[in-house]
């Protein structure tokens, strides 16, 4: 007996609920164009060097937000440069503040490996006080009618860090 057909999906989101599901869909894009998508797990061993960076993936661990600041003209940054871009000067590590607020987001309908069981889910750019630029992290435990420019938020850490971007997530401020 010839398996079951592939149920057809003309949003990705359901056929990415169908292929955790199933293992397979068929997705029809809105030329009627119809294309058979599989689920077909594999893995690398992928060991690699934080370098200059480890600080950063280490403080959040650490339940810390580290971004640095400019030896030269003092601009400090939200996501850590080794050097700075205003002056070209080498940076020194800075603590952040765990808290800060939306200054832009998004909501992701697709993601990569590490996101995909949570799509769609909601990506914001965070302000801190006395940092000039942002950090993009995900933002939790609200909906995207709840989300405004300029919404306090503060920092989560994972329990059980991976050192990895994922080890760190933004929720409304109580
Ligand atoms: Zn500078």
């Not at 050097?83 to 998004?106: D, F, I, K, Q, Y």
């Not at 302000?127 to 503060?154: H, N, Y």
């Amino acid at each position: 007996m010839a398996p079951p057909k592939p149920k057809k999906y003309t949003k990705f989101r359901d056929v990415q609920a169908e292929i955790l599901k199933s293992g397979s869909a068929i997705f029809r894009d809105a030329n009627g164009v119809e294309s058979l998508i599989v689920d077909s797990p594999y893995s690398i061993r992928y060991i690699h060097s934080y370098a200059e960076d480890s600080p950063f993936f280490l403080g959040l661990a650490g339940g810390k937000l580290m971004g640095s600041k400019c030896t030269g003209c003092g601009f400090v940054y939200a996501t850590p440069r080794g050097h700075c871009m205003e002056c070209g000067e080498p940076t020194e590590w800075l603590e952040l503040p765990n808290s800060g607020r939306v200054h832009a987001w998004t909501t992701c309908q697709f993601g990569s490996e590490a996101f995909l069981k949570d799509t769609p889910y909601n990506l914001c750019l965070v302000e801190f006080d006395g940092a000039g630029s942002l950090l993009l992290a995900r933002l939790k435990d609200c909906t995207q009618d709840q989300i405004w420019i300029g919404m306090p938020v503060v920092a989560k850490f994972s329990a059980t860090p991976k050192y990895s971007i994922t080890d760190v997530w933004f929720v409304p401020k109580k």
